[in-house]
């Protein structure tokens, strides 16, 4: 019997798309410091999807996935959905980091580090 694929589902392409094209600021700018195997050359996609969810960054190696979280996400609604999101990316294996936008602006090399530490 195959397993079912839980990685880049179809039915999520078009939208995955739009995320890149259309990334914020805070994503634009993350990437451009880790996309290439910019960080110890480990590889990160972004607008990854994984178990019908679509995350921000992902690195398949490493089983880690980043998300960055502007204030649209400061209400309860948001935060019951992120929650029962982490917990099935956690159960399904994966480690989430979660930053705030105005981290990766105010502290940059802290969000880095962070991010090398899970990769070892």
């Not at 179809?10 to 939208?15: G, Q, T, V």
């Not at 880790?34 to 969810?53: E, L, N, P, V």
Request: some cysteine; glycine content about 4%.
């Amino acid at each position: 019997m195959k397993k079912s694929p839980i990685h880049n589902i179809k039915p999520l392409k078009r939208f995955r798309r739009e995320l890149r094209k259309n990334m914020t600021p805070a994503e634009a700018f993350l990437w451009k410091h880790i996309k290439a195997r910019k960080i110890d050359g480990y590889r990160f996609t972004r607008q990854h999807s994984i178990a019908g969810y679509i995350v921000d960054f992902y690195c398949a190696q490493a089983h880690l996935i980043i998300e960055l979280d502007g204030e649209v996400y400061n209400n309860h609604a948001s935060e019951e959905y992120d929650l029962r999101r982490t917990q099935t990316l956690n159960s399904a294996g994966y480690h989430l980091l979660r930053f705030e936008n105005k981290m990766v602006f105010q502290n940059f090399e802290s969000v880095i580090q962070e991010i090398k530490e899970h990769l070892e």
